[in-house]
């Protein structure tokens, strides 16, 4: 059973008992998003990125999803990777490949991987590239408010330490301005060699949905999302405001544990 969800500041909670009912939740609400995206503009875009929640997006090559979705207007994108080979078990691409990507009908160039035969710095300037160049063709739309490709939906993790994508707390990584993929060499959580979407891309895309569960980052998420005070640390999760798009927290009980009348949730 889903738990009242609430809003607080613009965000929407979904709030779940079970990850089973969490990940129906969530594929239901990206195959309604690919349905209605589709319609409106004939392409889905939406990029990934790795950990706990591809296996929670795995629901999307089983029934329904599987026969009633569109798979061929979708064009799918890492919001980060690692900067290893693609058959190397800490791969993004692989996790997602292995968990549900292979299982879907995708027209194969549609799935825009992350090159792995080049240093981390050339592989975040040339997937700035094939970006632009699917922005100029209008596969990918463009945000008429930031100089950013604006993503239809980017699904995201929380680490414990409130990093998104590849962007860890205090890096200078935060900081970046005008690339719009960008790539670090000191990942806190290893490997150290990462590709990622900056906050300026991520907070560009229509929707942006962040997938966390446990209790281990129950403290983390309250920090992200409640109004915490100017004391607050620097938690890259919280930096996450889409100017012109909505923000989703996809949470199990655990996760929302600590946010400000969590009681409210409990039975
Ligand atoms: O490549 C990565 O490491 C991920 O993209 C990263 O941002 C991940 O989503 C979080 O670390 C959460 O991972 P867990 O859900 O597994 O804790």
Redesign the pocket.
Known sequence: MALPGARRDGVELRIHETLEELSTDLADYISDLSEMTIKERGAFCIAI?????VSLMGKLCQAPYLKTIDWGGWHVFWA?E?AVAKNHADS?YKLAKDTFLSKIPFVPSYLHSINDSLTAEKAAEEYEFVIRQLVRTRVIGASEISDCPKFDLIV????CDG????LFPNHSVLNEKSDWVTYIIDSP?PPPERITFTLPVINSSSNVAVVVTGSNKADMVHLAIDDVGPECPSVPAKMIHPIDGKLLWFLDKSAASKLDGATQFSD
């Open positions: 990125s790795g950990g706990s929640l980060d690692r993004n995201l993790g929380m680490g990093h998104v994508a590849s959580k």
